[in-house]
């Protein structure tokens, strides 16, 4: 299948800082990337759709000024935190879907695990 | 209504047994449902996934079985393995739109050896 990758895997940081986490896509294009959040032992929460060319569609109660989404090319997605709390620490995950035929599948990236301090 | 509700929330299964989770829709839209294997400090992988024309899909020693009338399908670990041990979702998506995966609340599996 196709691969998704993730940078940084870790990250820790001070409050108030921001903090962006990448998402590519490696071996194919994706006009589409979703980015996902998941808190211990739970399951994973869609936050936001990146569209490549246009503006990210957030979910409801996800402040879009916190976390800034850019779909710089066919293949890179970036997350900004903005003025990262301790509250935002969590598990972020990064997926892009397949094309053609086997639309439906998703490929999801490592994660990026953060901790606001 | 986009919820998929997921049981149960955790599962102990002995090496050899036979794993059982199962989901359960609303939204007859939804047209995907696939099934995800996490492990702890990963992202999900793809195990199977199954559309609504069919009734049953396997793969090796996974199976969903889908019930379109009663909106539930499920997944069964034949033959579990302590290699199996780890977090399992359902989810579901619509063939329209962005496509967006909905997730169930997770079963955590424990094959014990």
């Known amino acids: 299948g196709a691969v998704v990758s993730q940078h940084p895997s870790r990250v820790i940081c001070k409050s108030g800082t921001s903090v962006k986490i990448e998402c590519r896509s490696l071996d194919f294009q994706a006009t589409t990337m979703f980015w996902y959040r998941q808190f211990p032992k739970q399951s994973l929460m869609l936050m936001a759709t990146s569209n490549e060319g246009s503006k990210a569609t957030y979910e409801q109660g996800v402040e879009k000024d916190k976390f800034l989404i850019n779909h710089a090319s066919l293949t890179l997605s970036t997350l900004t935190v903005t003025s990262a709390h301790p509250e935002d620490s969590s598990f972020y995950i990064c997926?892009?879907?397949?094309?053609?035929?086997?639309?439906?599948?998703?490929?999801f990236g490592p994660g990026t695990r953060l901790t606001v301090l | 209504q986009q919820q998929v509700k997921q049981s149960p929330q955790s599962l102990i299964v002995q090496k050899g047994g036979i794993s059982i989770i199962n989901c359960a829709y609303e939204n007859t839209a939804f047209d995907y449902f696939p099934w995800y294997q996490q492990f702890p400090g990963k992202g999900p992988a793809l195990l199977i996934a199954i559309r609504p024309d069919v009734s049953e899909k396997k793969e090796g020693r996974f199976t969903i079985s889908f019930n379109k009338s009663a909106k539930q399908f499920s997944l069964h670990i034949m033959d579990s393995q302590p290699g199996d041990s780890a977090t399992y979702f359902c989810?579901?998506?619509?063939?329209?739109?962005?496509?967006?995966?909905?997730f169930g609340s997770g079963t955590r599996l424990q094959v014990q050896p």
């Open positions: 997926s892009a879907p397949a094309s053609g035929r086997a639309r439906h599948e998703q490929f």
């Open positions: 989810a579901a998506s619509m063939n329209t739109g962005r496509r967006a995966l909905t």
